[in-house]
């Protein structure tokens, strides 16, 4: 009999340290997807030259909270792992991007507001939306937050690798985020 006041004891105390470890937890979302949800065809792609292309590009608001305190840059990476027939596709590489922030509105990350652009897999240096080909299913397009121990002078135009190169041993913490998109 007394072992059930020492579990539910135990319950109680790992129930508030598994509370108080969420409220830390460096996280990103969007108040437009869920993690792992279908993103909108309002943030596809449109370009003329790519009949995959037909969306209206907005970019998705991103809220993110718990960025860790020694943090001097962020840096974030949309990226298609099945983009491009399984070699993949980067859809934005932006970095330079204050710890002071909390998020971006919409369309910030398509008319470049807040962040040094790199060079995605398009050759662009803000957002490109979407754009998987017809029958080749709901691509995982994986949203990277990275903070860093960087002051925000790297210089613009990095592609994703460069960018990678730049942050080994100054990351300090990542959040993800996944939206899905398919025609």
Not at 25 to 34: E, G, R, W
Not at 38 to 61: E, I, Q, R, V
Not at 79 to 84: A, F, K, L, S, V
Not at 173 to 179: K, R, S
Request: aromatic share 8%.
């Amino acid at each position: 009999m007394k072992t059930l006041p020492r579990l539910l004891a135990c319950a109680a105390l790992f129930a508030s340290v598994n509370a108080a470890c969420a409220d830390s937890l460096f996280i990103l979302q969007s108040p437009n997807f869920a993690d792992n949800a279908m993103l909108d065809k309002a943030f596809a792609g449109n370009d003329p030259k790519n009949a995959n292309c037909t969306g209206k590009n907005n970019s998705p608001p991103l809220v993110w909270s718990n960025v860790p305190p020694q943090t001097q840059s962020l840096a974030l990476v949309v990226h298609d792992p099945e983009g491009n027939k399984g070699l993949g596709v980067t859809h934005l590489v932006a970095y330079n991007i204050s710890p002071a922030l909390t998020g971006f509105g919409p369309d910030a990350l398509r008319d470049g507001k807040g962040f040094s652009g790199g060079k995605n897999t398009p050759g662009t240096a803000s957002w490109y939306g979407p754009c998987p080909p017809p029958g080749t299913g709901a691509h995982h397009y994986t949203f990277t937050l990275i903070a860093t121990s960087l002051p925000p002078t790297l210089p613009e135009g990095l592609t994703r690798e460069a960018l990678f190169e730049k942050l080994k041993g100054h990351q300090l913490a990542a959040a993800g985020l996944i939206g899905r998109f398919g025609q």
